[in-house]
Structures are given as C-alpha cells and as structure tokens.
C-alpha cells in the first residue's frame, strides 16, 4: 500500500491544524496532500462569499507556511455542500489515500460523537480514516490494533503500517468466552483454540504482508485474550498513541456503513489517534 495522496478536511479551528501537523509527518516526496473546507449549504449568499474569501486566504496562508519550496503538490480549495458528504466526495474524486480530520468539538449537552460530522464521514466514506486528537509533537512510536479479522481491521493494519513504519505494534484479539453446559466445555475449548490459532496465522500473515510492502521491518506482537473486548482494548489504550481498528457492525443488523458498538465507543473515549477503515 502507498500512500501518494492525503486528504485534510479542515474547520479553521486548533483541531484540524492539529490534524495537518500530523498530516505533515506522513507526507513523503513526491505525495500530494489536498487541504479541504466545506461551507455548509443554506447560507445567504453575502455570507458564503464573505466566509469562502476569509476560507481560502486562511488555508493558502497555511500552506505556504508549511509546504516545501515550489511543491506543485499540496493545495487547499474551498466549496460549499453538505460537509460530511463533500469531504467524502472531495477524496474519492481526488483519488485520496486517506481523509485526516480534527476530533469533534465537545458539547456538554449532546452525544460527544454520533451525528457529527467526524462520525459520518467514517461511517460512509470507503476511505480509510484518520482522526487525531493529539498534538503531533513526534512520529507514532507505540500502535494498538484491536484486530477482529475482519476486511477492515486488516485494512487498517497495512495502512498503519505505512504510516508507522517505525513504531511498536501491538495487535489484540480478544473475545468473550463461550457460555456452553459442563459437559461441552472441553468441546468448546478445543473450538476456541482452533479458531484462534487460524486467527493468529491470519494476523501474523497479515503483518508479513504488511512489513513487507512497506520495505520497514516494523516490531509487531500479537496477543489473543479471553476477556471482554472494550475492557482488554480501553485498558491498552493509554499505552499508544494511535489505535487502529476496522468499524464494522456484527450485530443483526450489520452493514458496511454501520460503525460497530466496540468501534463506536473506542472512537469516543480514546484519548489517542485512532487510525479506522470500513471493509
């Protein structure tokens, strides 16, 4: 997997320069990066174009501040719609890699996370997404992947790899154990130990892949643990400095742009990046 074109989708506030610095750490010659605001649609005319002159001199400023000497490649445009589905529009007419956006601002009144617009675009975009809560005071050094085996997760794994190709990987499976009578728990037991084993041949191909696409021999430890997985997954979290995760829904009602209730939760009270992918 290359990464030769990044999306930033910008709200002009302290949380997407957040979101561009760390863009910035990722960038590698020649790649493109494409800095994106999106002008919410119903406004008066007078004030969409008061706020598209205000938007395009703010982020042409940032550019020319942080792009490299006459790179052709990095450019910012502005355009007015609805926000989350032009920001996933934007990336797939571009032909972006990946879409990096800013942690929501937090309402004390209302639901941290669904329905806005960080949640929708990773909900429907079928670009992998990036969203950064932290400052990027240094490159990603310690990456948990809560892995389930689904498409996504190992979609989310190669891509990490590429973004941390330096860092200490730590993948965890962990599973609920299995509620059967007396009389079929070695049964199940067996069951379980076969599954997992497949699993962590899936995980560990996986990561070979991976490293090798890359070209980076990245340190990676995979754990399998019988436990509940929001607890095993939450209590790791304070270690890293980006989780990865695929945001697939298991339940009954699954689909590919449903976000899981593991994913949905991590996504909310992770204190860490959190690097997601649909399958």
């Not at 993948?171 to 037991?189: D, K, M, N, Q, T």
């Not at 997992?196 to 090798?212: E, P, S, Y």
Request: one cysteine or more; a neutral charge.
């Amino acid at each position: 997997m290359v990464l030769s074109h990044i999306l930033v989708a910008s709200d002009l506030t302290d949380r997407s320069d957040r979101a561009l610095a760390r863009t910035l750490q990722q960038m590698h010659e020649p790649g493109r990066l494409t800095l994106l605001h999106v002008i919410a649609s119903g406004l008066p005319p007078a004030l969409v174009a008061e706020q598209q002159s205000f938007a395009e001199s703010f982020l042409a400023g940032q550019l020319r501040r942080v792009s490299p000497e006459g790179a052709a490649s990095y450019a910012s445009i502005v355009v007015m719609g609805c926000v989350f589905s032009t920001i996933i529009a934007e990336a797939i007419t571009r032909g972006a890699d990946l879409i990096v956006i800013g942690k929501p601002g937090h309402d004390p009144y209302a639901d941290l996370f669904t329905g806005t617009t960080a949640e929708r675009v990773i909900r429907f975009s079928d670009r992998p997404v990036l969203m950064v809560k932290q400052p990027a005071r240094e490159p990603y050094r310690r990456v948990l992947v809560a892995f389930d085996g689904s498409e996504g997760a190992v979609r989310a794994f190669h891509l990490a790899l590429v973004i941390a190709p330096n860092a200490e990987f730590r993948v965890v499976h962990a599973w609920w154990p299995s509620h059967v009578s007396l009389g079929e728990i070695e049964a199940a037991r067996q069951q379980i130990h076969d599954a997992n084993k497949r699993l962590k041949d899936l995980i560990a191909d996986a990561a070979r892949q991976a490293v090798t696409a890359s070209g980076v021999a990245a340190q990676v430890t995979i754990d399998l643990v019988e436990n509940n997985p929001y607890m095993v997954v939450s209590n790791q979290c304070s270690w890293a400095d980006l989780l990865v995760m695929g945001t697939h829904s298991k339940g009954r009602l699954a689909s590919t742009v449903s976000i899981g209730r593991l994913a949905r939760r991590l996504l909310i009270e992770s204190t860490c990046d959190v690097l997601t992918s649909r399958p």
